[in-house]
């Protein structure tokens, strides 16, 4: 409120009221006092005291405050002549009673506004303690903790109240080192020292991978009990990437069931050749060489189960594969490079074949003939989709020569017709039959299947509309009737399973 809005009320008054009127009064009686306005920009100890500020008296908040931007302000001049002039922050806030003190040359003192306390923000304060040193007193707790340490640094200086302080110098290391509780170290002789090497084996027995070769360097003997074969049996590599040699080290430690699908592995030339125990192998879609792939087939003559999906296989690699007198399970399913002269040797090799998947491998006319014509006579399960050459002729002597069948796929082999599903009838112990996309075989000719007892599921995914599938269903009651979309015959893993290979853990 201004003088001019004083008139204004003034005005409205009648003259009797005029006379009477306390404010009218009262300027009357204060005509002589100096006029101010909230425009007005002066700090006039005169006009604070027309305000009635020189009734109030300050608390300790404010005189802190007060100190604080005294502080601040006397910082910025000193910084503006000589930037590197040191200093010393306190605490971090303002609501403690030590305030932040600069060590200048000179001491000096500036002029503070009102709003200076407003001005000086907090956080800078805050943000300089962490960088700064701080000043701490001989009454707080941190100075009597590190007084006895940190005496060589101390020195004394005047705070704003006119008090001489003993100081010591600690940066924020120096402060969490003080903070933290002493560790005593261990006293005593190694408690591994007085066990025994089949003690430590079992303990190490407990621990992943990962964690055991840490423990290798430790120390030798660490070193030595953590090489032992019975901790390395089992190794999960897949979807990792292994560096030059590697296979090599990992062969060192003689494991038992390896899993390398989905692996970048680097090459490996080795000048000897050191038979090794691998006996589980997957390399599944794995990025490797001809070269190292040679090297490792040529290092693993006891392979049971081999699984090399989707790889670029040699002559040479096939011709090591039949090498494998124990194989019992092989995987070729979308390999490249098989021909008619490496599936001989391979089924000539491995003649205690069970399970093989060579789907989709779009194997010559001739190389399918051999097939049909060398196939184990022990091979219990057969997956041979996907080969679009496959005639009638060659499913009756497939038939012929694998009586002992007991899951067969002939999914996708479009040239299959009528003929062929009359020469799988006497197959008496075949249990799951898929003939999915088979486009040539007559609807009604399914129904034949009703005479084989043993048959227990039917794959005939795309062929039927669901009229006719529900008929089927009917006829043949005895049947399951499209519950598997997906093959499993020979492949290391089903579904979401990537902790085990063939039903065997790769993991500890």
Same mark, same amino acid.
């Given at each position: 409120?201004?003088?001019?809005?004083?008139?204004?009320?003034?005005q409205?008054?009648?003259?009797?009221?005029?006379i009477?009127?306390?404010?009218?009064?009262?300027?009357?009686?204060?005509?002589a006092?100096?006029s101010?306005?909230?425009?007005?920009?002066?700090?006039?100890?005169?006009v604070l005291?027309?305000?009635?500020?020189? #009734?109030?008296?300050?608390?300790?908040?404010?005189?802190?405050?007060?100190?604080?931007?005294?502080s601040?302000?006397?910082?910025?001049?000193?910084?503006n002549?000589?930037?590197?002039?040191? $200093?010393? *922050?306190?605490?971090?806030?303002?609501?403690?009673?030590?305030?932040?003190?600069?060590?200048?040359?000179?001491p000096?003192?500036?002029?503070?506004?009102?709003?200076?306390?407003e001005?000086?923000?907090?956080?800078?304060?805050?943000?300089?303690s962490?960088?700064?040193? $701080?000043l701490?007193?001989e009454?707080?707790?941190?100075?009597q903790?590190?007084?006895?340490?940190y005496t060589?640094?101390a $020195?004394s200086?005047?705070?704003?109240?006119?008090?001489?302080?003993?100081?010591?110098?600690?940066g924020?290391?120096?402060?969490?080192?003080?903070?933290?509780?002493?560790?005593?170290?261990?006293q005593?002789e190694?408690? &591994?020292?007085?066990?025994?090497?089949?003690?430590?084996?079992?303990?190490?027995?407990?621990?992943?991978?990962?964690?055991?070769?840490?423990?290798?360097m430790?120390c030798?003997?660490?070193?030595?009990? @953590?090489?032992?074969?019975?901790?390395?049996?089992?190794?999960?590599?897949?979807?990792?990437?292994?560096?030059?040699?590697?296979?090599?080290r990992?062969?060192?430690?003689?494991?038992?069931?390896?899993?390398l699908?989905?692996?970048e592995?680097?090459t490996?030339?080795?000048e000897?050749?050191?038979?090794?125990?691998?006996?589980?192998?997957?390399?599944?879609?794995?990025?490797?060489?001809?070269?190292?792939?040679e090297?490792?087939l040529?290092?693993?003559?006891?392979?049971?189960?081999?699984?090399?999906?989707?790889?670029?296989?040699?002559?040479?690699? #096939?011709?090591?594969?039949?090498?494998?007198?124990?194989?019992?399970?092989?995987?070729?399913?979308?390999?490249?490079?098989?021909?008619?002269?490496?599936?001989?040797?391979?089924?000539?090799?491995?003649?205690?074949?069970?399970?093989?998947?060579?789907?989709?491998?779009n194997?010559?006319?001739?190389?399918?003939?051999?097939?049909?014509e060398?196939?184990?006579?022990?091979? #219990?399960? #057969?997956?041979?989709?996907?080969?679009?050459?496959?005639?009638?002729?060659?499913?009756? *002597?497939?038939?012929?020569?694998?009586p002992?069948?007991?899951?067969?796929?002939?999914?996708?082999?479009?040239?299959?017709?009528?003929? @062929?599903?009359? *020469?799988?009838?006497?197959?008496?112990?075949?249990?799951h039959?898929?003939l999915?996309?088979?486009?040539?075989?007559?609807?009604?000719?399914?129904?034949?299947?009703?005479?084989?007892?043993?048959?227990?599921?039917?794959e005939?995914?795309?062929?039927?509309?669901?009229?006719?599938?529900?008929?089927?269903?009917?006829?043949?009651?005895a049947?399951?009737?499209?519950? &598997?979309?997906?093959?499993?015959? @020979?492949?290391?893993?089903?579904?979401?399973?990537?902790?085990?290979?063939?039903?065997?853990?790769t993991?500890?």
């Open positions: 409120m201004n003088a001019s809005a004083v008139d204004e009320d003034c409205t008054l009648s003259p009797t009221q005029e009477l009127s306390p404010r009218k009064r009262m300027r009357l009686e204060n005509s006092r100096k101010w306005s909230l425009m007005d920009r002066r700090t006039d100890t005169e005291q027309e305000m009635g500020v020189s #009734l109030l008296e300050q608390d300790d908040s404010e005189i802190q405050c007060e100190t604080i931007s005294k601040l302000k006397r910082r910025h001049d000193i910084e002549v000589n930037p590197n002039v040191n $200093y010393v *922050a306190s605490p971090k806030s303002c609501n403690t009673k030590y305030a932040k003190t600069k060590l200048s040359p000179c000096g003192t500036s002029k503070i506004t009102p709003r200076s306390c001005k000086a923000p907090l956080q800078e304060i805050l943000e300089t962490f960088t700064d040193e $701080y701490i007193e009454e707080t707790p941190l100075n903790i590190g007084a006895d340490c060589k640094g $020195y200086v005047t705070s704003t109240g006119g008090r001489k302080l003993n100081t010591t110098l600690i924020v290391e120096e402060e969490a080192i003080l903070s933290r509780r002493s560790r005593e170290e261990p005593g190694d408690s &591994f020292r007085s066990l025994s090497d089949e003690v430590i084996l079992s303990v190490f027995k407990w621990l992943p991978k990962r964690t055991l070769a840490h423990c290798m430790v030798k003997r660490w070193y030595r009990v @953590a090489c032992d074969e019975t901790l390395w049996q089992r190794l999960d590599l897949g979807n990792k990437t292994l560096s030059k040699n590697s296979i090599g990992i062969l060192s430690r003689k494991p038992v069931i390896l899993r699908s989905s692996s592995i680097g490996w030339q080795p000897t050749v050191t038979p090794s125990r691998l006996q589980y192998l997957d390399l599944s879609m794995c990025s490797i060489d001809c070269g190292t792939l090297c490792l040529e290092h693993c003559p006891a392979l049971r189960k081999l699984s090399v999906e989707n790889l670029n296989l040699s002559r040479r690699a #096939l011709g090591l594969i039949g090498k494998c007198n124990y194989m019992e399970t092989l995987n070729l399913a979308m390999s490249q490079g098989i021909d008619q002269d490496g599936l001989r040797d391979i089924l000539k090799g491995c003649t205690n074949l069970q399970s093989l998947n060579i789907s989709w491998c194997l010559a006319e001739s190389t399918l003939q051999e097939l049909v060398t196939l184990p006579q022990k091979l #219990l399960r #057969l997956n041979i989709s996907g080969a679009r050459k496959m005639t009638d002729e060659m499913v009756l *002597a497939l038939v012929t020569r694998c002992r069948l007991l899951e067969l796929d002939l999914s996708d082999c479009s040239s299959l017709g009528k003929d @062929a599903l009359t *020469a799988l009838l006497p197959l008496s112990r075949l249990e039959l898929a999915s996309r088979c486009y040539l075989l007559p609807p009604h000719a399914l129904t034949k299947l009703s005479s084989m007892s043993s048959l227990q599921y039917l005939v995914w795309g062929m039927l509309p669901s009229t006719s599938l529900n008929v089927l269903k009917t006829t043949l009651p049947i399951q009737i499209n519950k &598997f979309m997906f093959s499993a015959i @020979a492949r290391p893993t089903i579904g979401t399973k990537r902790t085990s290979i063939w039903g065997l853990r993991r500890d």
